[in-house]
Protein backbone atom coordinates (compact mmCIF):
# COMPACT_ATOMS: atom_id res chain seq x y z
CA UNK A 1 0.00 0.00 0.00
CA UNK A 2 2.97 2.36 1.02
CA UNK A 3 4.87 1.26 -2.52
CA UNK A 4 1.59 2.75 -4.35
CA UNK A 5 1.14 6.04 -2.19
CA UNK A 6 4.49 6.23 -2.71
CA UNK A 7 4.14 6.12 -6.55
CA UNK A 8 0.49 8.47 -6.46
CA UNK A 9 1.93 10.91 -4.69
CA UNK A 10 5.26 11.35 -7.50
CA UNK A 11 2.82 11.56 -10.21
CA UNK A 12 1.16 14.48 -8.18
CA UNK A 13 -2.07 12.26 -7.72
CA UNK A 14 -4.03 13.91 -4.67
CA UNK A 15 -4.59 11.02 -2.30
CA UNK A 16 -6.09 11.22 1.01
CA UNK A 17 -5.32 7.57 2.89
CA UNK A 18 -6.44 6.02 5.87
CA UNK A 19 -4.86 3.07 7.04
CA UNK A 20 -6.30 1.01 9.98
CA UNK A 21 -5.15 -2.09 11.58
CA UNK A 22 -6.89 -3.66 14.96
CA UNK A 23 -2.98 -4.16 16.38
CA UNK A 24 -1.30 -1.33 18.24
CA UNK A 25 2.13 -2.43 17.42
CA UNK A 26 1.23 -2.42 13.55
CA UNK A 27 -0.23 1.04 13.76
CA UNK A 28 2.85 1.98 15.22
CA UNK A 29 4.83 0.36 12.84
CA UNK A 30 2.95 1.39 9.40
CA UNK A 31 3.03 5.27 11.07
CA UNK A 32 6.76 4.84 10.88
CA UNK A 33 7.37 3.42 7.98
CA UNK A 34 4.70 6.07 6.23
CA UNK A 35 6.80 8.79 7.96
CA UNK A 36 10.22 7.05 7.03
CA UNK A 37 8.75 7.09 2.73
CA UNK A 38 7.11 10.81 2.99
CA UNK A 39 4.14 9.50 2.97
CA UNK A 40 1.03 11.30 3.79
CA UNK A 41 -1.28 8.85 5.44
CA UNK A 42 -2.99 9.48 8.36
CA UNK A 43 -2.76 5.97 10.23
CA UNK A 44 -4.89 4.63 13.08
CA UNK A 45 -6.07 1.79 15.55
CA UNK A 46 -9.67 0.48 14.74
CA UNK A 47 -11.48 -2.28 14.19
CA UNK A 48 -12.98 -3.19 10.78
CA UNK A 49 -16.53 -4.87 12.67
CA UNK A 50 -17.72 -2.36 14.36
CA UNK A 51 -20.56 -0.95 12.45
CA UNK A 52 -20.30 2.16 14.61
CA UNK A 53 -16.98 2.48 13.68
CA UNK A 54 -16.94 1.92 9.79
CA UNK A 55 -20.14 4.03 9.73
CA UNK A 56 -17.66 6.64 11.32
CA UNK A 57 -15.56 6.46 8.21
CA UNK A 58 -14.95 9.45 5.40
CA UNK A 59 -16.61 8.37 2.21
CA UNK A 60 -14.26 6.46 0.10
CA UNK A 61 -13.39 6.04 -3.46
CA UNK A 62 -11.24 2.84 -2.57
CA UNK A 63 -11.15 0.22 0.44
CA UNK A 64 -8.35 -1.92 0.11
CA UNK A 65 -8.91 -4.93 2.35
CA UNK A 66 -5.84 -7.30 3.28
CA UNK A 67 -5.43 -9.91 5.59
CA UNK A 68 -8.27 -9.65 7.22
CA UNK A 69 -11.05 -12.14 6.70
CA UNK A 70 -8.10 -14.77 6.83
CA UNK A 71 -7.57 -14.33 10.86
CA UNK A 72 -11.15 -14.14 11.85
CA UNK A 73 -12.66 -17.79 12.96
CA UNK A 74 -15.97 -16.08 13.02
CA UNK A 75 -17.71 -16.48 9.28
CA UNK A 76 -20.91 -15.30 10.53
CA UNK A 77 -19.75 -12.22 11.34
CA UNK A 78 -16.83 -11.90 7.99
CA UNK A 79 -20.56 -12.57 6.12
CA UNK A 80 -21.99 -9.59 7.72
CA UNK A 81 -18.70 -7.75 6.81
CA UNK A 82 -19.50 -8.12 3.69
CA UNK A 83 -22.53 -6.76 3.43
Known sequence: ?????????????????????????????????????GVAATVEQGDAFTDAEL????????VVVSGLHEIVPDDELVRRHMM
Open 1 to 37: MLDALVELQGRGVPVYALLRDYREVNVATVAENARHR
Open 55 to 62: AALPRADL
